[in-house]
């Protein structure tokens, strides 16, 4: 690209702004953009397609010369910001998606000027993590001497829980010398409609997908613990050895809840180690109406979930606790000569959080979380969890109502799963209208609400774990998804209804 | 914490702020604090401790009440702010960090307010992120059909690359069956002096750290190829499966660079994956005088780097780049109904990244990166890092024009490892000398330089990856290590000049 002279390389112009009275200019400009796009969430789509054209205009070559900020940031609104995946609007029903907050644009611009590296070391960020993670011990009751890790997400969060649960049984033998040397086949268990992240985190630790046995449900499709534990019994005949139930605080399809109180008793009664996805479910722990749902969350070995769902937090925000810290740091903890802890300065602290979990560069996560949850509070957090959940219900309600709609999966929690229907439709055919109805009404920008197999068949999944939707927005969402299948039937109410 | 009946629940407050003027006020008023920040970012010290008192302030209970967002600012300007972990002063030498960018607090707001989750789905931040991989592919000379992701860091990304190798190597069946199936006993190589995140990813996918082989190095502290070829050659006599070399494109403790060239041809003459772990030394690539110390960089299977070190951007931005997006593709892609791609939609596009990854939740990393990459040009960015080689140089000459000092390392890039000499001390004694001498110059606050181990001495270690750093910083590291060294010693220069 060039080739600086020594000369020319001591020249010492940094990145930064040559006008810094420009650059405060074009940064406060660019937070009316932000500011303004936010409080306008709902006056545009809730959704809209890249145009191809614009599509062309994001692929450019690298860039090798300069351009000026106002520049970047014309072309960002041009091109960028009109095409978000839309999940701050209050008709954004699809997949686990929270919604954001307001303040987030404030702490992350806060945490980009700090800049901090929280894989270790001794600094502020890293209290205000120690913070965060003890506030999550409280909310779930887990001991003083537990431990916790802020991850990207929940697929993280399980991966490490469950490396922890490998290297707990198998002892830190596992970490020299691996599966292939260790004498028994370690095999884990979940439900049926549990995530994914579970058998992609058995697959990453190289147990292999089929090491995870998949339950079978019962009726409102949470874990059948009859099952679970006659699993557990034959895979012990079988000489190979359980080490990890995997519970659903909240499963992806339907936000069925694991009888996780039973399954705590079973895993103590095995000696197996037990670990809760409650990737949207486990923040339900912030009501006291909902609590009890989860009864048994708090006895896990360790627990995942996220702040970016119910907490509304930005992405991406989620959290792993280990009840039992020691093991947590066993399965993890390496300190190679570079990052030898001293006893003073900049290299000391006690616990640094790369010691827990597969990340040494780590961003400032905490610092979202933190001003969240100082400024809006866990009540009313709460509050709008039980809200969704009696926006769900309502939605039920709402299908029930509807002749041409049918419901296709308990409620459980905050997910409704329903589908448009004629008598005139094979299984296969309605299932392709309802996925017809789903793509319409996200091209539309009405709604989005996403879909799923639910017992074999194709439905409308409307998640609601957005603080911004209102009850009204679900009498939008009914309307417009009777209105579509009608459109793609040619039917009208007067058919369903013969 | 509280109980809201099903009425008072539906009462629709979001969390969006009552009042979005004031709020648009103080996310200005936070802006200024952020820009004041980094504007007077060589004021104040590299670091200081976070005092006792704020550690208490830190500690409160988990927030249930509401608290007004400038109060929770007040507090993050108290107890926070001033308690950064340093990097972007230009005297932060200590570990590989990046000084950050003033454009990063832009982008990372605009990024806050869309909140988009890039996990998959078609909306415009998948877009963004395809394009910054494609000028990572025209960067590293990559082919058109190779893949890339971003992830938090090289950490993150040496795993996905070993993951990639490991399916490659053992087929499909290895993500069902796991390794403890695998007929043979697969094992990688890699320096001695290659970074722990190679043996921690070894560890994680459970083949055990000790599959992993440290070969040793030569006197420049790369990887000796000849003992490479001996230890690949051992193995298949003993029955085992080379299946991975991780090459060192500039080492964690000295930035030494492997032959990557020679690797590169080893790896394809015995049908070997190729990873390289090009932390901070890959993007030296943007250089035309540093690039031919890299070659045989743009032949690896894989490649890990990061952006939030010698791009500047702010923290956490790493990718991996895969030269067989296929082989990318097929070690970690999963379509449960949930995820099931739609044709047309919300649902639809092409490449999801959470097939290429262990993430399904993912920031919008690629926003920064695009705005820096766009408002720099790599041709600005590639001068910085021509000159900190050039300061990596002047440092070593300044160290060896003091006779209290000596250099401990070669200099092969932007790190300088050395250390403060009498002959009145031992080697454990001038070991813990130079680990207070470190300390001291933190406490300070008048530079950050950190400590490795090199051929079993405690070496001060500066490293210079930081586009703040001006050749003046680095008379002032000199002078700063000679006076600790001296105040600690109770030596003059005549003492050492005998």
């Not at 809840?257 to 399954?263: C, K, N, T, V």
């Not at 000569?337 to 616990?351: I, K, M, P, T, V």
């Not at 799963?417 to 004629?422: I, L």
């Not at 439709?425 to 996403?450: H, M, R, Y």
Request: with cysteine.
């Amino acid at each position: 690209m060039h080739n600086f002279s020594e000369e020319n390389s001591r020249e010492e112009t940094s990145l930064d702004p040559a006008d810094w009275d420009g650059f405060r200019a074009s940064a406060h400009a660019a937070l009316d953009i932000a500011v303004d796009f936010l409080r306008r969430f709902d006056h545009g789509p809730v959704w809209r397609p890249v145009p191809q054209e614009v599509r062309e205009a994001l692929k450019e070559p690298l860039p090798v010369d300069e351009r000026s900020l106002d520049r970047v940031l014309a072309d960002f609104e041009a091109n960028i910001l009109p095409y978000a995946t839309g999940n701050i609007h209050p008709r954004f029903f699809g997949w686990v998606h929270g919604a954001g907050l307001a303040d987030g644009i404030i702490a992350e611009m806060l945490a980009a000027a700090m800049n901090c590296n929280c894989g270790g070391r001794n600094h502020g960020a890293i209290e205000v993590e120690n913070t965060v993670i003890d506030w999550c011990k409280e909310l779930f009751r887990f001991p003083s001497d537990s431990s916790g890790l802020l991850v990207s997400g929940t697929s993280m969060a399980n991966l490490v829980g469950l490396a922890v649960a490998r290297n707990s049984r198998a002892g830190g033998d596992i970490r020299k010398r691996g599966l292939k040397n260790y004498p028994r086949t370690l095999v884990a268990y979940t439900s049926a409609e549990a995530h994914e992240s579970v058998a992609r985190a058995m697959e990453i630790l190289g147990f292999g997908s089929e090491s995870l046995r998949k339950i079978s449900v019962l009726q409102d499709l949470s874990i059948d613990a009859g099952a679970l534990r006659a699993a557990i019994a034959e895979d012990r005949r079988a000489g190979l050895e359980p080490f990890c139930v995997v519970g659903c605080a909240g499963t992806v399809n339907t936000g069925a809840i694991d009888p996780l109180d039973e399954m705590a008793s079973i895993c103590s009664a095995e000696n197996i180690w037990f670990h809760v996805d409650g990737a949207f479910g486990a923040l339900a722990f912030l009501s006291d109406s909902l609590r009890p749902l989860f009864k048994g969350l708090e006895r896990a070995d360790s627990l995942a979930f996220d702040f970016h769902k119910w907490a509304q937090i930005q992405y991406d925000a989620g959290c792993v606790l280990v009840r039992r810290g020691d093991l947590h740091r066993a399965a993890f903890s390496m300190r190679p000569a570079y990052l030898r802890r001293a006893s003073r300065g900049l290299g000391s602290g006690e616990d640094w959080p790369c010691e827990f979990g597969p990340e040494l560069s780590r961003s400032f996560r905490a610092l979202k979380i933190w001003f969240a949850l100082r400024e809006h509070g866990a009540r009313k957090i709460g509050g709008v969890i039980e809200r969704n959940c009696a926006q769900a219900r309502y939605l039920a309600k709402l299908v029930s109502e509807r002749p041409e709609l049918e419901l296709l999966a308990p409620v459980s929690l905050n997910i409704v799963c329903f589908g448009f229907r004629t008598q005139r439709l094979s299984a296969q055919e309605a299932d392709q209208l309802n996925e017809e109805i789903v793509a319409d009404l996200q091209e539309s920008g009405v709604a989005a609400p996403s879909t799923t197999r639910v017992r074999g068949r194709l439905a409308i999944r409307a998640n609601i774990t957005n603080h911004r939707t209102r009850f009204s927005d679900l009498d939008v969402l009914v309307d417009a998804v009777v209105a579509a299948g009608r459109a793609r039937t040619g039917s009208s109410t007067a058919d369903v209804a013969k």
